[in-house]
């Protein structure tokens, strides 16, 4: 069996929500609620949470001994190395990318990428592809280990670098790139967290379901229940990387 190990990205240093991974929901710190999700994919062998050597990331690094976490520090900026360095300490086989500002994230969705990574026999598999269709915040990117080798080998341009994965993305000709989509467009949804307004909608339905075993459709039914809740956020601009 492949060896798949999921890394979370996690830091402290948000520009738009400092310290938004330790922010409370269902009074635990939201990192606590996306480890677990992540660790319920069985696709998933090893999940491991990727931080920084900055300073205020020990914070990370001593929730990660209270929970029992695998934890890897590395590059501040330089994340596609972030990625390497934890993969390979973790002798993954492929690799899930998952970031800390995503509670919502699905098991069965990390399982429905990674599946089609393999079933395809692609490089790299992902629900964010154009065209998209899941909401924000339930991204998942998977990719073998080669794959992300070549890219930390390859990769010369900081900018890119520094959001780990779109020399992939951008490598259709190198890379054998597979997408998984819904039947239906969905992409309106913003269900990351990188502003208080963000923040506050995962809360609500952290609130209403009361537990953080859910699926996402059923985030996606209390949504549906409560219409105005997506106003909290819908003027929100997501952070695009850069072009090349």
Sequence with gaps: MTRTVAIIQ??????RLPGKVLLPLLSEPL???????????SSVEATVVATTTMLDDDAIVALGARE???????????????YVGAARAHAAEQVVRITSDCPLIDP???????????VD???????TLEPRTFPRGL???????????????????????????PFLYRHPERFRLTGVRLPVDLSAHRWTVDTPEDYELVRRIYDVLGRD???????????????????LNRHIEQKMVPPP
């Excluded at 998942?140 to 992300?148: K, Q, S, W």
């Excluded at 080798?149 to 670098?161: F, H, N, T, W």
């Design 139 to 165: 991204d998942v990117e998977a990719m073998t280990m080669a794959a992300l080798e070549a890219a930390g080998r390859d990769d010369r341009d900081p900018a890119s670098r520094e959001h780990a994965t």
């Design 121 to 127: 026999g692609a490089d790299y598999a992902s629900n």
């Design 68 to 82: 029992g976490w695998l934890v890897e520090r590395g590059s501040e900026m330089d994340l596609l190395e972030r």
């Design 10 to 15: 996690a830091r402290t240093g948000s520009t």
């Design 31 to 41: 990192l606590v609620h996306v480890v677990r999700r992540v660790t319920r994919a």
């Design 213 to 231: 075993d859910f699926a996402w459709r059923d985030a996606l039914a209390v949504v549906d229940a409560h219409p105005e809740w997506s106003r």
């Design 108 to 118: 069965h969705i990390i399982d429905e990428v990674v599946a089609a990574l393999e």
